[in-house]
């Protein structure tokens, strides 16, 4: 089996609740990704429910890029 992972996710910041799409770059499941927004790197990391991340003075949540598990196997 093998996941795929989209390169997009959804980041909101926690103050005014808006919600913008951002690149998605070294990402390993439950543990971080870097997410670039206008050229800007947001570190975000896994605290056990969310992803969260820090930048320019502003706090940032994600629930991570959407995942696909494709099944592989012989052909028949």
Do not use: C, Q
């Amino acid at each position: 089996m093998r996941t795929l992972v989209d390169n997009v996710a959804t980041l909101t910041n926690t103050r005014s609740e808006v919600a913008v799409e951002a690149e998605v770059d070294n990402f390993r499941e439950g543990e971080r990704f870097d997410a670039f927004l206008a050229t800007n790197k947001i570190p975000m990391r896994w605290n056990g429910r969310i992803y969260v991340g820090n930048a320019h003075g502003m706090e940032f949540t994600s629930p991570g890029p959407a995942l696909r598990h494709v099944k592989e196997g012989r052909n028949l």
